[in-house]
């Protein structure tokens, strides 16, 4: 399955408005409650099917412009499940038959701020599946970016997952991670990687009010930190757990 979902978010006298909200299934875009009182509008994304499955081909594309302030939300974690059984007759399959992507590119103008605030993605077993983020930042714009796995349900190995994402300020690369978790990646389980937990997530935060003195570098707790970034004003926050619940608990107070 491919599928594509817009969102152009605009200040128009001093309010955000949402001036494209275009969705295919399963990737279903709704604007959800009242403008906070900031002037920022919530959007929430709506699994129109299961999945990502192995083969699906999506997309999101979001746009902040000068001065709008957008936060975009899940509804649900996201399941990533293998595709459907290949028949014999079919012959051997290739990557493209068997592993999902999903493709997120943001940019925020000048001014503009963006919350990208997801539920997790759960890695399946025997899922195959890709995420590649990236977000390019006007020089003045605020950014949230919150990341988190799980490996595998309750009782469950986990599938294969990665995830590779990158932040520019002003055209310059500001952060880039990449993960990968799951039976092909060489040593995730290990102490260099998860340590053991099943469930891992990142907050990146981008404030110019930071400019002269972004958060100082912290302990946050067993298997979490925050860490200032050099190229800008930014910090890190970055947890591994058991579950997700201690990894979102120490992202939550990472910034607090």
Request: aromatic share 2%; with cysteine; glycine share 12%.
């Amino acid at each position: 399955m491919k599928a594509t979902a817009r969102i152009t978010a605009v200040a128009e006298a001093g309010r955000t408005r949402l001036v494209t909200l275009r969705s295919e299934p399963p990737l279903l875009v709704r604007r959800t409650g009242p403008r906070h009182a900031a002037g920022e509008v919530e959007v929430h994304l709506v699994g129109g099917a299961a999945g990502p499955l192995g083969g699906d081909r999506l997309r999101i594309e979001v746009t902040v412009g000068p001065g709008a302030r957008l936060c975009v939300r899940t509804v649900a974690a996201s399941l990533a499940l293998p595709g459907p059984r290949w028949p014999e007759r079919a012959g051997p399959r290739s990557p493209a038959d068997t592993q999902s992507t999903l493709d997120i590119h943001a940019t925020v103008a000048a001014g503009g701020s963006l919350r990208w605030l997801p539920e997790p993605l759960i890695a399946a077993r025997g899922c195959d599946h890709v995420s590649r983020s990236l977000v390019d930042l006007e020089s003045d714009a605020s950014l949230t970016w919150r990341e988190e796995v799980v490996c595998g349900r309750h009782g469950e190995d986990p599938g294969d997952a990665s995830l590779h994402s990158t932040v520019r300020l002003g055209g310059r690369t500001l952060a880039r991670q990449d993960l990968a978790v799951g039976p092909r990646a060489c040593g995730w389980a290990g102490p260099a990687v998860l340590g053991g937990g099943r469930a891992t997530g990142t907050l990146l935060v981008v404030d110019p009010l930071w400019t002269e003195k972004p958060p100082e570098a912290a302990v946050l707790g067993p298997g979490a930190a925050r860490m200032p970034l050099a190229g800008g004003p930014a910090a890190l926050a970055a947890a591994v757990g058991g579950d997700l619940r201690e990894v979102r608990a120490a992202l939550d107070r990472a910034f607090t």
